[in-house]
């Protein structure tokens, strides 16, 4: 019976170990998820592109009812100088994946060029650190990596175009199993706003990201926005992961936000993403849940992103 329960015991450690190995690796992708709320997660050329100061806070949790379930938290927040022509943000990262914990920090600047009455250009880049569990069955430690990216963000008031690549880093891991969790996508982001009507905004957009050893990922959808008061959306992501604990590409985004007055921001959003491979057995209700406080110290007007 004991060397049953050492089997059971040994397997389930594998288990956690790949599924901590994958979130880790995955922990900036809880940023990058929140592209829609924070462009700035995936493009640090959009830095600073509002123009006012904001701040955007978010809470994601997978489940309520089960101790040690995936939650994480993240925060943001960018603002211009030199009367808009510079941006400067930052953004930090705390991210619980089972009995793995990692952490993220990093800072973007972006110079913004005026290309003629319409279009302007930013281009960013930004650097952090991540902190996160580096671990084999026998031995656990807690690694600082260094990260660095580059964009751009090509915008009008109708249109913007944005490409990025928020990860050039490579890391030495010699032959642990993190190497195949290691990530550094390219996003292609287009999209745009259009009044349906004096009350009705329409906010259309599209997501190409192309990883190491996956194939292209595409996330498509809109948001409405009615009086500039209450905002719905969705969005559908397709695409294929690589390996059997790659959690399943396809899922489907709802949002609802709300201007709490005229500073202030709220957000709830869910995900019908799958959950990690460890969970899989799991037969209670599945899904993301996320809620967002945006606050706007000065806003010169409603921001549409």
Known sequence: MNTHHTLVRIYFSA?????????????????????????????????????????????????????????????????TFANGKFGVGFQALNDQTSYFTTTGFSASFAFHLGLSD???????????????????????TNRALGSFGLGAWLRSDKLYLGISKPELLSQKFGNQAINNFYRRPLYIMAGGSYNLSTDVMLLPHILAIQEKDHKIRVDFGSRFWFKEKVGIGASYRVGGGYNSFSANVDYLQISVEAQA?????????????????????????????????????????????
């Open 15 to 79: 288990i956690l170990l790949l599924s901590g190995l994958s979130g880790a690796f995955g922990q900036r992708e809880v940023l990058y998820e929140q592209y829609v709320q924070n462009p700035m997660a995936i493009n640090p050329g959009f830095t600073g592109v509002r123009e006012d100061f904001n701040m955007t806070a978010m809470f994601r949790r997978k489940w309520f009812n089960i101790q040690n379930s995936p939650s994480s938290q993240t925060f943001a927040a960018d603002g």
């Open 118 to 140: 319409q279009w302007k250009l930013g281009l960013g880049a930004q650097g952090g650190i991540n902190v996160l569990p580096v671990s084999d069955l026998y031995n656990s």
């Open 261 to 305: 007055g005229r500073n202030v921001r709220l957000g709830y959003f869910y995900s019908t993403r799958q959950v990690e491979q460890i969970y899989a057995s799991y037969s209670g209700p599945k899904g993301i849940h996320e809620l967002m406080l945006k606050f706007i110290p000065n806003p010169k007007g409603f921001q549409k992103y």
